[in-house]
């Protein structure tokens, strides 16, 4: 008897947030901190592919992916601007971004991880809402305790904000900060923001159709 086998699901569509969302979330890891070149999913396809090199030190401080079936929309934009009162936003049309915080070192992306949002970086990316959740590894050693962003170590904070305002730099080209890290904002937040974004989701898949 031949056997169909199996194919893999697609990270961002086919991998199911989990029961529990927004307080304990699946995850898609996509970078991990000794990675040398960025790694970002192909949208068609959900393989992993090399989005460029990272051409000068900075290293993302902590794993980096998206949370399936979330989507960075309207309604993510709206959320944004209504806290920096500024005018209409809208996301950056991409999954939802993570940042897990883990003591033991992983060595590789293209895996899946359950993590708890503790907070976020209300990031702005050419006017675009692009909000980073930061979350801790569930049942870590070292971060597992975490239950909110104040809980984090100052420090670890501070270097996830760099990253992300640094990592699109080009020395020497500079003139506008090409990203700019709005706000620190907490779990609560945090909740509202993936919630928020899970809407969104449905709504693009609506759109898709």
């Known amino acids: 008897m031949t056997h169909t086998p199996p ?4 990270p961002w569509h086919g991998v199911p947030i989990g029961d529990d969302a927004p307080h304990t979330v699946t995850c898609y890891v996509e970078i991990v901190p ?14 992993l592919k090399i989005d460029r090199p990272q051409k000068y030190s900075n290293h993302c401080p902590a794993l980096y992916g998206f949370i ?10 709206k959320l944004c601007a209504k806290a920096l009162k500024r005018e209409r936003m809208r996301g950056d049309g991409d999954p ?14 293209d895996i899946l991880v359950r993590a708890r949002p503790v907070g976020g970086l209300m990031l702005v990316d050419k006017s675009e809402a692009d909000d980073k959740i930061i979350a801790v590894l569930e049942g870590d050693g070292v971060y597992g305790d975490v239950q909110d962003i104040s809980d984090v170590p100052k420090a670890i904070v501070d270097r996830l904000r760099h990253y992300f305002l640094t990592y699109k730099e080009i020395p ?6 090409p990203v ?20 969104d989701y449905v709504e693009y898949c609506r759109r898709e159709r």
């Open 180 to 199: 700019e890290v709005a706000k620190v904002y907490n779990r609560a937040t945090a909740h509202k923001v993936i919630r928020q974004s899970i809407s």
């Open 7 to 10: 194919y893999r699901a697609h």
């Open 172 to 177: 020497g080209t500079r003139k506008d900060p």
């Open 68 to 77: 399936p079936q979330t989507y960075c929309g309207d309604g993510v934009g």
């Open 96 to 109: 939802i971004d993570i940042c897990i915080l883990a003591d033991r070192p992983i060595l590789h992306g």
């Open 34 to 47: 000794t990675d040398t070149v960025k790694f970002e999913i192909d949208k068609d396809s959900g393989i």
